[in-house]
């Protein structure tokens, strides 16, 4: 499982899929207060459409910091290697003001007889085939080898480390 680093893109349509819920929700606590609803399936109707909004949104925030936790938590605690981007890989099917995202696929050894792994970077809107034969680390969860992060800070000038951008505090510690 790739830890994955969200990029500010989405941020835009959660908050205001976030601010909608709250008004609606505001709105029909308002209404039933006031007694102006005489159509109580109605009320309930927009008040629950307005929580799932609500919902939804912050789901989605605690699944992102609980994500730059992770990655945190695996720079700091996990193993690294020093892998090797082997080829770009073009996602067709996303498309960004007419581009399309790469990812990296890098291999790395870590001694075992199983020969070197492969693993795939997040998604980047940079000429990535350019960089192919460069080294960037691979960060290993110690727990689980299954998640890893690659840290593509060193190779893509453009590209900030998802970890460093936010300041987060892990009360888990």
Avoid: W
């Avoid at 020969?115 to 960037?136: A, Q």
């Amino acid at each position: 499982m790739k830890l994955k680093a969200e990029k500010k893109a989405n941020i835009i349509p959660i908050c205001i899929l976030f601010v909608t819920g709250i008004v609606i929700v505001f709105f029909c606590v308002k209404a039933a207060l006031e007694n102006i609803t005489r159509d109580g399936a109605g009320f309930f109707l927009f008040a629950g459409i307005g929580a799932f909004f609500v919902f939804i949104c912050i789901m989605h925030f605690i699944t992102e910091y609980k994500n730059l936790l992770d990655i945190k938590r695996v720079k700091r605690e996990g193993i690294v290697y020093k892998g090797t981007i082997i080829k770009a890989e073009i996602h067709p099917l996303i498309n960004k003001n007419g581009v399309h995202p790469q990812t990296a696929i890098c291999q790395y050894s870590d001694g075992s007889l199983d020969g070197p792994k492969t693993v795939k970077s997040d998604y980047f809107y940079n000429e990535l085939g350019l960089l192919v034969g460069r080294e960037v680390d691979v960060y290993i969860d110690r727990n689980n080898s299954d998640k890893y992060y690659v840290d593509m800070s060193g190779v893509v000038e453009s590209y900030k480390d998802p970890a460093s951008q936010y300041q987060t505090h892990d009360f888990r510690n």
